[in-house]
């Protein structure tokens, strides 16, 4: 199989994916984006877990801290979507965003062990795998 | 006239209990669960990123959260692992805070 991305000697990490993978990378940007800014989206609960589960309601400042930097990272992903070479830093941004899209995905598809993922519905399972197969390659070379 | 009762010294003896004591002193863990669809890789990087551990321990802590469902991946004070869980939450994994029960 081809690489996805490929680290160059001068540190920064290119992109290989072709028009379809940008365009699967572009819909989880986006989705992150507008999940964590509109309470309404199927994603917000999941971008909202609690932090500490024994208490009724989360520190304030900690919940915006969250929603803030998973903001950020999803926007520099989206800002370097057509980018053929990102720096580490926005490669992060896309690791940490695409992982976010990946288990939003498995949480609102109620996909809690391996027996629910492999009963999956098959696009549903090819978008899982997608999302799976980019992840790797991008943490191999950070 | 003067009384010569001896001045009572003012009692200078906390009166918190050794409860609220051991409360306060008892860190606080960071706690990463297990998911079906985090590869292995990801945690990994993401732990060393995170918390700057070496190769081996961030893989032996992946290692337990895959096996036994969750391992403690940090311990200390409150506000840091606060912090941590934030920043695991932000890089996508299911993170928890919880103060340890010894």
């Known amino acids: 199989m081809a690489k996805l991305f490929a680290r160059r000697r001068d540190g920064r990490i290119e992109v290989k994916l072709n028009d379809e993978g940008r365009a699967v990378a572009r819909e989880a940007f986006g989705r992150v984006y507008v999940a964590e800014h509109d309470s309404e989206h199927e994603w917000h609960k999941t971008l909202n877990s609690p932090i500490d589960p024994s208490r009724d309601l989360d520190d304030p400042m900690l919940v915006l801290a969250r929603q803030s930097q998973t903001g950020s990272n999803a926007e520099l992903a989206i800002a370097t979507l057509h980018e053929q070479f990102l720096t580490p830093q926005e490669a992060w941004a896309w690791l940490t965003t695409l992982q976010v899209a990946l288990r939003a995905t498995a949480v609102v598809n109620n996909i809690y062990d391996e027996d629910h993922l492999a009963a999956a519905d098959p696009v549903l399972l090819d978008y899982v795998r997608t999302l799976q197969i980019f992840l790797f390659a991008l943490a191999e070379l950070l | ?102």
């Open chain 2, 1 to 102: 006239m003067p009384s010569l009762k001896p001045l009572r010294a003012p009692d200078l003896t906390t009166t918190t209990t050794t409860s609220t004591i051991d409360e306060v002193e008892r860190p606080w863990n960071v706690v990463v669960w297990n998911d079906p669809v985090t590869p292995m890789q990801v945690v990994v990087v993401v732990f060393k990123k995170i918390f700057g551990y070496a190769d081996n321990k961030a893989t032996a802590l992946m290692l337990t959260v895959h096996h036994e469902g969750r391992a403690i991946v940090w311990s200390g004070a409150a506000d840091k692992a606060q912090s941590y869980c934030v920043k695991l939450q932000v890089a996508g994994l299911m993170a928890t805070i919880e103060q340890d029960a010894s």
